[in-house]
């Protein structure tokens, strides 16, 4: 498609956002790349890192597929699973890491993408798995409302029988990325 694409590796989600934050500005002083045409793309912790980064560094396109915007709800959500699943162990680091959300509301609402709603930048498109149990599709559906209410160009898509990364999938959600990034000319 004429894109280049980085996918860096990170531990958390602030080392993310800083690392993305990073990266665009280097790609940017390369000078010979039109701005609007730089975007970040990430699946589930990279949605959300992609969506922080947004909100610190310009870029023309945020691809968010499956990623948290709430911190606690996704905390409430992981925690009511039994110990030893996956998303026990999420929520027991959370907790191990901030505490719960009603000692610490002041980190959780730093940590979701919610809080800065308003400062995400570039078109946005928004991609979940309707069978995803990491994840829930009410994260997906929040963010896309509050984007709506401010007036931005978004755009959300459920894939239907998807669970959370979206392997089983991973042609359908590049077809519904291409296709986003060519109605609006970034490629």
Do not use: C
Not at 74 to 100: C, M, N, W
């Amino acid at each position: 498609l004429g894109m280049v694409v980085l996918a860096p590796k990170y531990t958390d989600a602030s080392d993310g956002v800083t690392t993305a934050i990073r990266a665009l500005k280097k790609l940017k002083a390369l000078g010979n790349i039109d701005p609007g045409k730089v975007g970040l793309l990430g699946v589930s912790l990279g949605g959300t890192v992609s969506l922080l980064a947004s909100t610190q560094e310009r870029v023309g396109f945020v691809a968010d597929i499956g990623g948290w915007v709430d911190l606690a709800a996704l905390y409430a959500h992981l925690s009511k699973f039994q110990k030893g699943t996956p998303q026990r162990y999420i929520a027991d680091l959370v907790k191990s890491t901030l505490g719960e959300p009603d000692e610490n509301r002041e980190l959780y609402e730093l940590s979701s993408p919610l809080t800065y709603v308003d400062k995400i930048t570039g078109s946005i498109l928004i991609i979940h798995g309707s069978s995803d149990s990491m994840v829930p599709v009410s994260q997906s559906e929040t963010l896309y409302r509050r984007l709506k209410e401010l007036g931005r160009d978004v755009e959300y898509r459920v894939i239907e029988g998807g669970e959370h990364i979206l392997t089983d999938k991973r042609e359908v959600v590049m077809a519904v990325v291409s296709d986003f990034l060519k109605r609006r000319n970034i490629v």
